[in-house]
């Protein structure tokens, strides 16, 4: 069974294969939200508490919260249900879906770090990664810098770099600042 495993803190997210069927016993019945503790994983994992977010079955099918069963069901989903994106407005479909319990029929289990343990797992809670983008509102540059309302929030937007054309000196790309308090938008007040 692969685990994938997050650490929200961080950003960062890993996968491992585990196939001794007597560590992953102590996932099986447990129901998606649960905690576990990972001390059974190994010596690396000593003090780490799991969190159960989902999970997918061997033909694929995602794992659903409130559904308690193990097996598969067919449910009618709407909008605003997980594993169901309508194409029109008001459009349902009967879709299968794999019940929130866990159980060997699984091929990959997704796993949050609720609790840090003692030593570091390499490519897990060693590394951070940065955030792509950055606020766009203007009342949130603000927050996220401590400015004032004299300071220009423009001077302050996270750009992205584009990639580098031969020839070319390296450009940014920024956001649309929302909310921006400007002279014409006075002026239409």
């Given at each position: ?7 929200p ?6 996968v491992?294969?585990?196939?001794d ?6 996932f099986y019945e ?6 576990v ?5 190994g010596d690396d ?9 989902g ?7 995602p794992m659903?919260?409130g ?5 598969r ?37 997704s ?8 030593k570091?797992?390499?490519?897990l809670?060693?590394?951070t990664?940065p955030?792509r983008?950055?606020?766009k509102?203007?009342?949130k540059?603000?927050k ?8 220009d929030v ?5 750009k992205?770099p ?7 000196k390296?450009?940014?790309?920024s ?6 308090i400007t002279p014409v ?5």
């Amino acid at each position: 069974m692969k685990l994938n495993v997050a650490i929200p803190s961080t950003g960062a997210q890993k996968v491992f294969e585990e196939h001794d069927e007597h560590k992953l016993r102590v996932f099986y019945e447990k129901r998606m939200g649960a905690e576990v503790e990972a001390d059974i994983l190994g010596d690396d994992w000593k003090g780490y508490v799991l969190r159960i977010t989902g999970g997918n079955d061997k033909q694929g099918f995602p794992m659903k919260q409130g559904v308690l069963s193990n097996g598969r069901v067919r449910l009618l989903l709407s909008k605003g249900h997980s594993c169901y994106r309508p194409r029109r407005t008001g459009e349902r479909k009967r879709k299968s879906v794999r019940g929130c319990i866990v159980d060997g029929n699984l091929s990959a289990l997704s796993l949050t770090v609720v609790k840090k343990g003692e030593k570091e797992i390499e490519g897990l809670t060693d590394v951070t990664v940065p955030r792509r983008l950055g606020p766009k509102r203007a009342s949130k540059i603000r927050k996220l810098y401590n400015l004032t309302k004299e300071d220009d929030v423009r001077q302050y937007v996270i750009k992205r770099p584009l990639p580098v054309k031969e020839g070319k000196k390296q450009r940014f790309k920024s956001p649309k600042i929302q909310r921006l308090i400007t002279p014409v938008m006075l002026q239409v007040r």
